[in-house]
């Protein structure tokens, strides 16, 4: 079944840090470029991050430059996000995304169910 | 503000047609390929149009996409009620080396 699945979620306190994880299954891994989009409660999509299928590039969106880090682990069929000096501001649903198609020219094929963030103050 | 602009709530009678519109600029639509995600309220987007117009494995032939110079048009024709979500429109914007996303549009089927 071709799926993935985020974890790492919770609560917070505001300047402190997380990990999420993302663990696809039913394909392979590292031939897709992955995405982390999230969305505030009762707020639209926000993209967050992006890294190509081999780890070579990555980008994100002005608000969490500095602070997350997108990786992943090809190896173990694992991306992450870590998330340091989190602010309440980034309380949202963490979605993974695969991407499909070429750069920049993708589109978000397979989205995962999304795990929670909440930063307190 | 997003970058990209969609209406923020259209609505349509069962079996009718509606259109929602997405605006952006040179940088992000007019250079750049465009998809529409639909989000039924406590669940993941799931991609309907991609490359402007086509349309994924089991996506049905009532969504259709356009797309002219810096807006897109996401179409959607004989409305159920199955259809009520949020519909998000998105592509690469190259000045912000980032993917954007739309507002987001709450279509209500009457």
């Known amino acids: 079944q071709v799926q993935m699945v985020e974890s790492g979620g919770g609560v917070v306190q505001s300047g402190r840090s997380l990990r999420l994880s993302c663990a696809p299954s039913g394909f392979t891994f590292s031939r897709y470029g992955m995405h982390w989009v999230r969305q505030a409660p009762g707020k639209g999509l926000e993209w967050v991050a992006v890294?190509?299928?081999?780890?070579?590039?990555?980008f994100y969106t002005d608000s969490v430059k500095g602070r997350f880090t997108i990786s992943r682990d090809n190896s173990k069929n694992t991306l992450y996000l870590q998330m340091n000096s989190l602010r309440p501001e980034d309380t949202a649903v963490y979605y993974c995304?695969?991407?499909?198609?070429?750069?920049?020219?993708?589109?978000?094929?397979?989205w995962g169910r999304g795990t929670l963030v909440t930063v307190s103050s | 503000q997003s970058v990209l602009t969609q209406p923020p709530s259209v609505s349509a009678a069962p079996g009718q047609k509606v259109t929602i519109s997405c605006s952006g600029s040179?940088?992000?639509?007019?250079?750049?390929?465009v998809s529409w995600y639909q989000q039924i309220p406590g669940t993941a987007p799931k991609a309907l149009i991609y490359?402007?117009?086509k349309r994924p494995s089991g996506i049905p032939d009532r969504f259709s996409g356009s797309k002219s110079g810096t807006s897109a048009t996401l179409g959607i024709t004989g409305l159920q009620t199955g259809d009520e979500a949020d519909y998000y429109c998105g592509t690469w914007d190259s000045s912000l080396s980032g993917w954007v996303f739309g507002g987001g549009t709450k279509l209500t089927v009457l």
């Open positions: 890294i190509w299928f081999d780890g070579s590039n990555k």
């Open positions: 490359e402007n117009k």
């Open positions: 995304a695969r991407d499909e198609g070429y750069y920049p020219n993708w589109y978000f094929d397979l």
């Open positions: 040179s940088s992000n639509i007019g250079n750049n390929d």
